[in-house]
């Protein structure tokens, strides 16, 4: 109901005073002169009503032509001088009153037919009292020159005659306003292009920034602003036109990106559009004789683009508000108002609007809704850098815990020496070594690995460490290890497993026990040769089931120089992008380097995965590897 009260009202006459191109002056108030005026021309005599350029009305390609508007004035108002103000007109005019002229401006190029200097600005002009008519029948006549295709007057609703310091006021009314208005939608333009820094909305901000100035400029050109910063037709004209090609353009960018819509072939031809009608306007400036095709057809299949795209705005919120996108509601509202704007202009056109123009208020309710928007979401991204920085500062701390929960990376004793390698694919890891020093002939090296990886498989560690040390008693048997460690652990798995390999190294007795949790194999590298033996007792990972039985394998120590154990990570690095290092290229590389030191081995090693894989060795998971060498006797 509210809708159609809103239409119902939009679609009143909109100069019901002015009738037969008559108008009566009550006060020295300005009146507005938009509305039915005697149009006259070779071989035409009509009324027109002059709210837009007369080449819109179907009147095309006239040299010349001249409006006549009678002014009723009575005796009582004739104290003083009175003035005109007259939107901008582009082509050169000739005001006269009662055949005096009140002002002369502009030149039309001979050539192409434009003007040549300020004809257009927005302007008032004094009319003195002598060029009154005695009686109350004052008779406005306007003469206009126009250019090739075109011109006239644009209708932007200031068009008003009354006394003259009251003229002076509403022009510095009128001008204050709109150049407020053009600078307040650039601010917000230059704001958001310097301050908005989220990423993932980066290009719907920078469509937002070129809408908006484009939108300012045409604020400015249709206005005759232009003239104020350089005295030159085209570059008006090229502030008025710069929203035919950039407001399709922008506006479907926006919308693409800010709802995050996957819609390519509307943004191919939106961006083709932009790219195409940005040309025509640049060939228009080099080349002004292409001036006439594109006020033909470049312009008038701009409109349509313009409109279409308020559509697909329109559409892309309705969209965004049923997803769930921030800021959707308000955007949609913005929306809403300017497509209201532009319904009210074409009513305008068509004569049934009210006499208020409303499409630049329009388009900065749209142009503050969306800046409200972005602001929101910037106020968030704010919060959330912050969030992030604690964040990282407390998985720094937990990574600085973890750190000091696992061993020293190095271990010596007089018969063994081990060397450890920990890189957790993130700040924090789920893998966890530790060792049992049983006695000074007798070493227990235990490795685990978390299935994921970050915050949830770090805190596991922690209960896997405390877990692990409880164990001491059975430090020697590595089976009853893993089974007592599997049932205490049990009830902290929920999605999670772990997988875990436990050696006990014995130079009282020269045995090596090895029991395993589903882990990958544990490598014993021959002291003759250097070949190496793969050895992975059966048993399964941690969380499996509560009770969990685990088979021993024994070894004799004096046949072997070195134990390498590892997580999956070392063999999976470079997985993701196709290239994974591999256990075979792992038993290689073991061969090859048996006779580094454990430090050396543990860094060639690091260069080798990086050769085959072109990753770091922690890009695809956290990786941890442990190297025991046997010290000679």
């Not at 192409?112 to 927005?122: D, K, Q, T, W």
């Not at 005759?224 to 710069?242: E, K, R, S, T």
């Not at 969380?543 to 004799?556: M, P, V």
């Amino acid at each position: 109901m509210r809708i159609i009260l809103f239409l119902s009202l939009m679609a009143q006459p909109a100069f019901g005073i002015i009738e037969n191109a008559t108008i009566a002056l009550p006060d020295r108030t300005p009146v507005s002169l938009r509305g039915f005026w005697w149009f006259t021309a070779p071989g035409i005599s009509q009324p027109l009503r002059v709210d837009k350029e007369w080449r819109l009305q179907g009147i095309h390609n006239l040299p010349k032509a001249s409006y006549t508007l009678k002014i009723l004035i009575p005796d009582r108002l004739k104290t003083g001088d009175f003035g005109l103000m007259l939107p901008p007109v582009s082509a050169a005019i000739k005001i006269r009153l009662n055949g005096f002229t009140v002002a002369e401006k502009g030149e039309v190029n001979k050539v192409y037919r434009y003007p040549l200097n300020s004809s257009e600005a927005f302007a008032w002009y004094p009319v003195k009292l002598e060029y009154l008519a005695a009686g109350a029948v004052q008779q406005l006549e306007i003469e206009i020159t126009g250019f090739q295709g075109g011109g006239g007057l644009y209708g932007n609703a200031h068009l008003y005659f009354g006394g003259i310091e009251e003229i002076r006021s509403k022009y510095n009314q009128i001008f204050l306003a709109t150049a407020v208005l053009a600078a307040a939608i650039m601010m917000i333009a230059l704001f958001h292009f310097a301050l908005v820094p989220d990423r993932n909305y980066r290009r719907a901000n920078l469509h937002y920034v070129l809408l908006s100035l484009a939108m300012a400029c045409h604020i400015l050109g249709i206005n005759g602003l232009g003239y104020y910063l350089i005295n030159d037709f085209l570059f008006n004209a090229a502030l008025i036109h710069l929203i035919i090609a950039a407001f399709p353009f922008a506006l479907v960018g926006f919308s693409l990106r800010y709802f995050k819509l996957k819609f390519p072939l509307i943004r191919k031809l939106a961006y083709g559009y932009g790219g195409l009608m940005a040309a025509v306007l640049v060939g228009c400036a080099l080349s002004p004789e292409v001036i006439p095709y594109y006020l033909r057809y470049g312009l008038p299949t701009g409109f349509v683009a313009m409109s279409v795209a308020l559509a697909f705005a329109v559409f892309a919120s309705i969209r965004g508000i049923l997803s769930g996108v921030e800021g959707a509601k308000i955007v949609l509202f913005g929306f809403v108002i300017y497509a209201a704007a532009v319904l009210n202009d074409i009513l305008f056109y068509f004569s049934y609007a009210i006499s208020i123009k409303l499409a630049d208020a329009g388009f900065l309710a749209a142009v503050i809704c969306i800046a409200v928007a972005l602001a929101g979401r910037l106020q968030r991204a704010a919060q959330e850098k912050e969030e992030l920085r604690e964040w990282r500062r407390e998985i720094s701390l937990a990574a600085q815990i973890q750190n000091l929960s696992l061993p020293a990376r190095s271990l010596t004793t007089p018969h063994l020496q081990i060397s450890t390698l920990f890189q957790p694919m993130k700040i924090i890891g789920g893998d966890f070594f530790a060792f049992h020093e049983i006695s000074d002939r007798v070493t227990g090296v235990f490795i685990a690995d978390v299935s994921g990886h970050g915050i949830a498989a770090a805190l596991l560690v922690n209960t896997i460490k405390s877990v692990f040390l409880q164990q001491k008693q059975y430090a020697s048997e590595p089976a009853q290890l893993l089974r007592n460690m599997n049932q205490a652990l049990y009830p902290h798995l929920q999605e999670q497993f772990v997988t875990a390999a436990y050696c006990v190294l014995d130079f009282s007795q020269n045995k090596v026990r090895v029991a395993q949790a589903g882990h990958p194999p544990i490598y014993f590298i021959r002291a003759s040769d250097a070949r190496i033996e793969k050895v992975k007792p059966r048993g399964r990972f941690f969380g499996f089931s509560e009770d969990l039985q685990y088979e021993t394998a024994e070894l004799d120590l004096r046949a072997y120089k070195r134990v390498f154990l590892y997580s999956d990570g070392i063999i999976e690095a470079g997985a993701v992008s196709g290239v994974p290092y591999s256990g075979a290229r792992l038993e290689h590389f073991l061969t090859s380097a048996a006779a580094f030191s454990g430090e050396r081995f543990l860094r060639e090693l690091e260069r080798d995965i990086y050769r085959i894989s072109q990753n770091p060795i922690n890009t695809d998971d956290d990786s941890s590897c442990i190297v025991v060498d046997f010290k000679a006797a």
